[in-house]
């Protein structure tokens, strides 16, 4: 059974980083495409990143220079390391995994909350 | 990157069918059968009920169909069950290794 889950929310100041983790089970991180989409409080869906297989990154311009993506082979995880955090990155942060050959995502984790406030 | 647009709202009862629009550009659903849909109840993760304009993951019923013309993408629901209210909302690639999801949209149930 295909699993995601996010984990590393929680209440950090402005300015303050924080990383973000997805452990994955049931796929390889590795082989696959993956990617951070986040939404903010009763907000709809905005897509942050991607990492592909073969190890190239992109990202939204909002956190191009702040965010980074990365995943650690040997623990089958994601990770989004967020740093110089403002008010406006307030929001639940989901991994997902994306079809190879579309810019469907396919399966996402449950999700977790950052909230940026002094 | 802009997000595409859906209307805030759509609604039916049930049995009926609704449709929702995505309007977006040249640049993005225009530009690519890329289009896709997904599904989100209220505190819970978003699920994938159209890809590729208008292909079915398995598992999700044929009630749900999708279609595109020019800009503007489009999902309909069929024979609306209790169940599929929901937010509902779209997804394009926009280039650059670059994807934007539209606006939103609340479908109720009457």
């Known amino acids: 059974e295909v699993q995601l889950v996010e984990t590393g929310g929680g209440l950090i100041q402005p300015g303050g980083s924080l990383r973000l983790s997805c452990a994955a089970s049931?796929?390889?991180?590795?082989?696959?495409?993956m990617s951070w989409v986040r939404q903010a409080p009763g907000k709809g869906l905005e897509w942050v990143s991607v990492?592909?297989?073969?190890?190239?990154?992109y990202y939204a311009d909002s956190v191009k220079g702040r965010f980074t993506i990365s995943r650690d082979n040997s623990k089958n995880t994601l990770y989004l390391q967020m740093n110089s955090l403002r008010a406006e990155d307030t929001a639940v942060y989901y991994c997902?995994?994306?079809?190879?050959?579309?810019?469907?995502?396919?399966?996402w984790g449950q999700g977790t909350l950052v909230t940026v406030s002094s | 990157q802009s997000a595409l647009t859906q209307p805030p709202s759509a609604s039916g009862s049930p049995g009926q069918s609704v449709t929702i629009s995505c309007t977006g550009t040249?640049?993005?659903?225009?530009?690519?059968?890329?289009v896709s849909w997904y599904q989100q109840h209220p505190g819970k993760a978003p699920k994938l009920m159209i890809y590729?304009?208008?292909k079915r993951p398995s598992g999700v019923p044929d009630r749900f169909s999708g279609s595109k013309s020019g800009n503007t993408a489009s999902l309909t629901v069929s024979g609306l069950q209790a169940e599929d209210e929901a937010d509902y909302y779209c997804?394009?690639?926009?280039?650059?290794?670059?994807?934007?999801f539209g606006t939103g949209t609340k479908v109720t149930v009457l």
């Open positions: 590729e304009v208008s």
């Open positions: 040249s640049s993005d659903i225009g530009g690519y059968n890329y």
């Open positions: 049931g796929f390889t991180v590795s082989s696959s495409y």
């Open positions: 997902a995994r994306r079809y190879s050959s579309s810019w469907a995502h396919q399966w």
């Open positions: 997804s394009s690639y926009a280039g650059s290794n670059n994807c934007v």
């Open positions: 990492l592909y297989s073969g190890g190239n990154t």
